[in-house]
């Protein structure tokens, strides 16, 4: 026999013997002191026999108990929890910071580009092509702002607070609205700018369009600063219902559903007046209407584009409470919408000629110091009128630099790289 076994056997022994020794003891002194001995020495046997068999004590009277104490156990036991302003907890701080800052950077630059491109393309300088730089100016509020800072909590490592959740939201509403009532009247322009006689001037003039520019961010801001001053509708940093609107259904189907049907219904009515256009024997489209139906279909792209990044939360806030939602469902859908605005400039320069072209001419001027807008120098009488000369600020391609190929040809060097004139197109 081995020695485990000897000692197995041992203390199996004198596990018996205690136990023995404690039922004893105990009958003894509960038949001299207690009338009711009998009962508590069964329960006292039960105990005793129980721990001495290494048998699981029962401590809960009825399942309700039992299945009250796992279900606290098993919320209480999740390791991992989704935040609103830094993300999931299951996450490295350092991916999550390094997601946070490429988005950030790469939407910013983006939607900056966007804007530019409405000044320095001449085809894109119309006045209602202002809605669409309005669009990308409600996506900078979030990739410059809200983005930024959640990057700035995670990099100082501190614990971020309802203030900074509150002020995130607030920016994050005040861009989707714009960005959905920019829609239905960038939908409306391009209505008017295909589908109907261009004869006299515009409706979209200036005046009017910076009215309704006005107008927008002015009804927006407004509409967002009521939610936190009446604290009405839910509570999105805390996830949990406040005081109900008069109508919800209401309120929502005025703010979303309303914009988003009568964008879509602009849509098809423009595509189906086209196709009725086209296919007349007398028209003959230009240049001009080519690229008005170019605009407009990536102006269609972009509204897909934005229904479908915020159709998830939609979906979650028709589900029911919000307080009955997870916060990796909840918060990851409301993120997901936040992203919309830092890959919806990327679908004007696939889809579109002149803001790819300016894309292109923006990113030169970034990178090489070149001239942006197309212009000429004023010269004197008698001269040949040539177009400026681009000077880039690598030494190699400098045409002023002494190490340049220009002149290395003009000193007649053994290595000749011959000349050749750099014109901006």
């Known amino acids: 026999m081995s020695n485990i076994t000897v000692i197995s056997t041992l203390s199996t022994t004198a596990t018996e013997a205690v136990v023995s020794a404690a039922t004893s003891a105990l009958t003894s002194y509960l038949n001299e002191t207690s009338p009711h001995s009998e009962s508590l020495l069964a329960t006292a046997l039960s105990v005793v026999s129980s721990h001495a068999s290494k048998k699981p004590i029962e401590f809960f009277p009825n399942n309700s108990s039992k299945h009250q104490y796992k279900t606290h156990h098993h919320h209480t036991s999740h390791k991992y929890e989704f935040y609103p302003v830094t993300l ?10 390094l997601i946070l800052s490429c988005l950030s950077v ?18 894109l300088k119309r006045a209602g092509n202002a809605f669409i ?19 700035i909590i995670l990099l100082a490592d501190i614990k971020p607070n309802s203030a900074v959740c509150k002020m995130q939201w607030f920016f994050a509403s005040c861009a989707f609205l714009v960005t959905i009532f920019s829609l239905v009247m960038s939908a409306f322009e391009n209505y008017c700018r295909v589908c109907t006689p261009q004869d006299g001037r515009p409706w979209f003039n200036r005046k009017r369009t910076t009215a309704i520019l006005l107008l927008i961010w002015f009804l927006c801001t407004f509409a967002t600063s009521l939610q936190y001053v009446f604290e009405m509708s839910f509570d999105y940093c805390a996830k949990e219902n406040m005081k109900p609107l008069p109508s919800d259904a209401a309120y929502y ?13 602009i849509h098809i009515k423009i595509t189906v007046d086209v196709r009725k256009l086209m296919t007349s024997p007398n028209f003959r489209p ?10 407009t279909r990536t102006n269609f792209y972009s509204f897909i584009i934005f229904v479908v990044f915020w159709l998830p939360f939609a979906v979650v806030l028709a589900y029911g409470p919000v307080g009955s939602v997870s916060n990796q469902l909840f918060y990851g859908a409301a993120w997901f919408g936040f992203c919309k605005s830092c890959f919806h400039n990327v679908i004007y320069c696939f889809s579109n000629n002149h803001f790819r072209s ?13 001239t942006v807008a197309q212009s000429r120098r004023q010269r004197g009488e008698g001269c040949r009128p040539s177009a400026d000369v681009r000077v880039h600020i690598i030494p190699g391609y400098n045409m002023y630099s002494y190490t340049s190929p220009q002149r290395a040809g003009n000193n007649h060097s053994t290595h000749h790289w011959g000349k050749r004139d750099m014109h901006e197109l």
Do not use: H, Q
């Not at 999931?88 to 910071?97: A, E, T, V």
């Not at 730089?133 to 990057?151: F, H, M, Q, W, Y």
């Open 88 to 97: 999931s907890s299951g996450w490295s701080r350092l991916s999550r910071l």
């Open 358 to 370: 300016a894309y292109v001419r923006l990113f030169n001027y970034c990178c090489c110091k070149t």
């Open 106 to 123: 790469i939407g910013s630059v983006g939607n900056v580009f966007m804007i530019s491109s409405l000044l320095i393309e001449e085809y």
């Open 133 to 151: 730089g309005n669009i990308a100016l409600a996506d900078l509020l979030i990739t410059s702002i809200l983005l930024p800072a959640s990057t």
């Open 286 to 295: 230009n240049m001009i209407f080519n690229r008005d139906i170019e605009l």
């Open 253 to 265: 189907a005025g703010i979303m559903i309303v914009p988003i049907l009568l964008t879509l219904y």
